[in-house]
């Protein structure tokens, strides 16, 4: 294998990442090709400011868009190597991606990158279908094979984090410029990020715990269910570290692909965490054994509804640097 067939499929991995999902859509990467090289770097423009001042949201972000690269290079028969945070002067190079040679193409990488094209976010109510307790089960050992951890939440539990999402949702509204930034991404036209009216409920979904209001109302139909079946769990890691937050983003990935191939939908929830007092009544749910990152919200989808439309994406050559 030449450079240049190096070249190609990392070029064609970095695609693949940029249909992560991001806080807000926002897709705060950028990708540089170099030889064997593939390396992820944070876009600090299009870091939230009021929401995510540490860039944690950001990191976990671009851990997603790592993970997906990875399964890109698997389906591609590439065997990789990845550093996180590999260089201590530059931490906004968030990881490095080197091939080292060829691998054997499973069904399961490709079913992964399969999997990944047809992934979005629904915020409707899902289904009166339970979850079987073995996929939660599996889940929860996929998001360990990633270094990170899935706490499911007891029905009590579930009560505490709709209580702590509606004041997380209170806090963020009462802060002007909370309000305009969720505004600013939740509005059309911003070539290729943000959200779209097509994925923004256009009535409050009926849900034991709110979704986040993204200030006005959206063109998605919601229908009449309520999610009372649905499974939330927490997902944490064990620091609260750039490399700690990356891992959660490629466990979050990881988790997503694995719940669409057993038919789960997944919304995660990440104003309980982006509010200081509420991410820390996620820290007594988890009993202090690690640092919250995101709430999600696992369930059957409801088979009535019509599929979705995927929110914009950013066209390649604004995210991937090719060096000659």
């Not at 897709?27 to 030889?35: C, F, I, L, S, T």
């Not at 983003?249 to 789960?264: F, M, N, Q, V």
Request: hydrophobic share 45%; aromatic share 4%; charged share 20%.
């Amino acid at each position: 294998m030449g450079m240049h067939v190096h070249g190609a499929s990392l070029a064609a991995a970095a695609r693949v990442g940029g249909f992560a999902p991001s806080i807000h859509n926002t897709q705060p990467w950028r990708w540089r090709v170099a030889g064997a090289v593939l390396e992820l770097h944070a876009a600090r423009q299009r870091q939230l400011g009021v929401t995510d001042p540490l860039g944690r949201m950001l990191t976990v972000s671009c851990g997603a868009a790592l993970h997906h690269a990875r399964v890109a290079l698997a389906a591609e028969g590439c065997q990789s190597t990845v550093e996180l945070m590999p260089d201590a002067e530059d931490p906004d190079l968030l990881a490095r991606i080197t091939v080292t040679g060829q691998r054997p193409v499973t069904p399961d990488a490709v079913r992964a990158l399969q999997t990944i094209r047809i992934r979005h976010t629904d915020r409707r109510p899902v289904s009166a279908t339970p979850v079987e307790p073995t996929a939660v089960e599996a889940l929860r050992r996929v998001v360990e094979g990633e270094g990170a951890h899935l706490h499911v939440l007891r029905p009590d539990d579930v009560l505490e984090l709709a209580s702590a999402a509606a004041r997380a949702q209170r806090v963020e509204d009462l802060d002007p410029e909370w309000v305009d930034e969720i505004a600013y991404w939740a509005r059309e036209g911003h070539g290729g990020t943000g959200l779209t009216d097509a994925v923004i409920p256009a009535t409050p979904p009926r849900t034991s715990v709110p979704g986040r209001y993204f200030g006005h109302a959206g063109a998605l139909p919601v229908g009449e269910g309520h999610d009372r079946a649905a499974v939330y769990g927490l997902l944490y890691v064990d620091e609260d570290t750039a490399q700690a937050w990356l891992r959660g983003g490629e466990a979050l990935s990881a988790l997503w692909i694995a719940a669409i191939e057993r038919d789960l939908s997944v919304m995660p929830l990440s104003a309980v965490v982006e509010v200081p007092q509420t991410r820390e009544l996620l820290r007594r749910l988890l009993a202090n054994l690690g640092e919250p990152l995101l709430a999600v919200r696992l369930g059957v989808p409801d088979p009535d509804q019509a599929g979705l439309p995927h929110t914009p994406r950013l066209p390649a050559d604004q995210v991937i640097d090719i060096a000659e």
